[in-house]
């Protein structure tokens, strides 16, 4: 492997800014609400603050869904704003990348506008019409066609109806997205996560939309129009990206973009085939198989991405831990997960072991996924209580709580009610009670990531399972030329037997509680995480 890239074990930060912190008092988090915490997030110890969407947004899907790529949203500040975060983010020697969306567009954005005026209008090809729909679906249910009464045609959305996809195919569309993207970067921002980035390939008419046949060409064309002498950051959400697919993406000397997002761990507790509401437990061997699969797929010819939760994730410690074990399961999780080889990501509020909300009203509920699936389960007959189950565990407002900074009113988000509930629990679980404890999920994300920063291993080392069809006990190691790195992780609520032997020439650089040997054997407690060092014999 050749010298490490800055990206590469830089610890990355995903702001949701609705629910990070409000300063003006409108229950919505802000710019300036940012720039306010940017301390705490430098005594974390994070280096690259991802920002999802602050364009210009009616909001259909939280600014996913935007109408003005050069502005930045009312709801969250000014361009002054934005450039004074940029401005104080750099100051702190950290790096900052902005969440980008491609693949479409708000349908008030004026070029969609323009667009359903006419079938000769210079815009209408900037988006993809038909005169009649296809069998293709919305991720967020219901077709991905919809009649538009002025024209008669018929427009293509993969997501909301308020989400038309843009055309690819059409080249002035593509150098106004390359503009637009070098506009950015020439305001200094450090890189960009691209939203769904596999889909700007697809081919509609021959149903091919995830990793479509024009994919890599409209990467290469992007990296040559954009990023090509550039020293930044690009990760693309890429989730139906193989493997090997991922090598070609992100291999090479100059690859299309820096590391990707893939998705096939957090899919694992889901029927296969039946989309994310139809549960089923999640298989640790299955689990285990995943990582040790791409670890070694990558290993020196790619690079991926390391997490597991973000804005459309629900909370990593309610769904792949236990609560009456919050601080070892969260813990834990953060052990074996950037223990590995690629560049890690905390999404806010992970580094506190925040959890999974339980509104009793689907009121509270915001995200339209989940009012859509709401109306289609309901059609197929599914009761409220298997809906309620099913986004208790998948749904996306599940991670979309305002941030838990203190004890006071709204916890410390606003002090006004903010746009969504705050998670009940907040009294307990604050960033200020975090910081204060010693015990706690903050003081062990910062002692990890130190750790992390310390050893060329966890970055160049090679990635090694085992015990690979225990049940419960994740164990890997990270062997470089002159150390080896033991991950230990348990996924269990009972004591577990430890059957690798720990090296006599070693020690541990961090546990979440101590283990307990004998000589016959040695045990670990529920939700054990541990990292030992040790140097290779000659």
């Known amino acids: 492997m050749d010298q490490i890239k800055w990206w590469q074990d830089a610890f990355v930060y995903q702001i949701y800014p609705l629910s990070f912190c409000d300063s003006n008092n409108d229950g919505i988090g802000d710019i300036p609400g940012i720039i306010s915490k940017l301390d705490y997030l430098k005594k974390l110890g994070v280096d690259v603050i991802w920002l999802s969407p602050v364009y210009s947004s009616p909001m259909d899907d939280n600014g ?13 500040g000014t ?22 969306v491609v693949n479409h567009t708000s349908d008030e954005h004026h070029w969609f506008q323009e667009s359903r005026k006419s079938i000769d209008n210079p815009y209408r090809d900037y988006y993809v019409w038909r005169d009649v729909p296809t069998a293709i679906t919305s ?19 993969l997501f909301s109806k308020k989400q038309p996809d843009l055309n690819w195919d059409n080249p002035d569309l593509r150098n106004e997205i390359y503009q637009m993207i070098n506009f950015w970067l020439d305001q200094g921002i ?32 992007m990296y040559e129009a954009c990023f090509k002498g550039r020293d930044v950051m690009t990760v693309g959400e890429t989730p139906c990206l193989s493997a090997s697919r991922v090598r070609d993406v992100t291999g090479g000397s100059a690859p299309l973009l820096n590391m990707v997002f893939q998705f096939g761990h957090v899919g694992l ?18 689990l285990k198989r995943y990582f040790k699969h791409m670890q070694t797929s990558l290993y020196q010819t790619g690079w991926n991405s390391l997490f597991w939760a973000n804005h459309d994730q629900p909370r990593a410690v309610s769904r792949y831990g236990n609560l009456q074990y919050r601080y070892e399961s969260a813990t834990m999780l953060a052990t074996v997960l950037y223990g590995m080889q690629g560049t890690p990501y905390v ?17 509270q509920f915001k995200d339209i996924e989940t009012h859509n699936m709401v109306k289609e389960k309901l059609a197929l007959g599914w009761s409220m209580n298997d809906i309620m189950t099913a986004i208790y565990a998948k749904g996306r407002d599940n991670s979309r709580s305002p941030m838990q900074w203190d004890s006071s009113p709204y916890a410390g988000f606003s002090y006004v009610a903010p746009w969504m509930d705050v998670n009940p629990n907040y009294q307990e679980i604050n960033a200020e009670h975090e910081q204060e404890s010693i015990r706690s999920v903050f003081h062990y994300y910062q002692e990890l990531f130190q750790i992390r920063k310390s050893s060329e291993t966890f970055t160049k080392g090679s990635f090694e399972l085992l015990e690979e069809t225990h049940p419960f006990l994740f164990i890997y190691k990270r062997v470089n030329e002159n150390h080896t790195l033991l991950v230990i992780g348990s996924f269990s609520d009972s004591i577990q037997s430890l059957l690798v032997s720990l090296p006599t020439n070693g020690k541990w650089l961090i546990q979440n509680q101590d283990i307990f040997s004998t000589n016959q054997h040695t045990s670990i407690p529920p939700y054990f995480a541990g990292i030992y060092e040790y140097k290779n014999r000659e």
């Not at 996913?64 to 969250?76: A, G, M, T």
């Not at 999404?347 to 009121?363: A, F, I, K, P």
């Open 64 to 76: 996913y869904d935007i109408s003005d790529y050069y502005q930045i949203d009312p709801l969250f």
């Open 79 to 100: 361009m002054d704003d934005f450039i004074k975060l940029l401005h104080e983010v750099h100051l702190r020697g950290m790096k900052l990348i902005m969440d980008l």
């Open 139 to 157: 991720v967020f249910s219901g077709s991905a066609w919809e009649l538009d009464p002025q024209t008669s045609q018929y427009y293509f959305h």
């Open 190 to 221: 450090d890189g960009f996560r691209l939203d769904v980035i596999d889909l700007i390939g697809k081919d509609i008419d021959h149903f091919q939309l995830c990793d479509g046949p024009f994919l890599d060409q409209r990467l290469q064309e």
């Open 269 to 286: 507790d889901e029927v296969p085939g039946q989309g994310k509401w139809n549960l089923k437990k999640l298989d640790i061997v299955e």
């Open 347 to 363: 999404y806010q509020g992970e580094e506190l072991g925040m959890t999974g909300v339980s509104y009793t009203s689907l009121d």
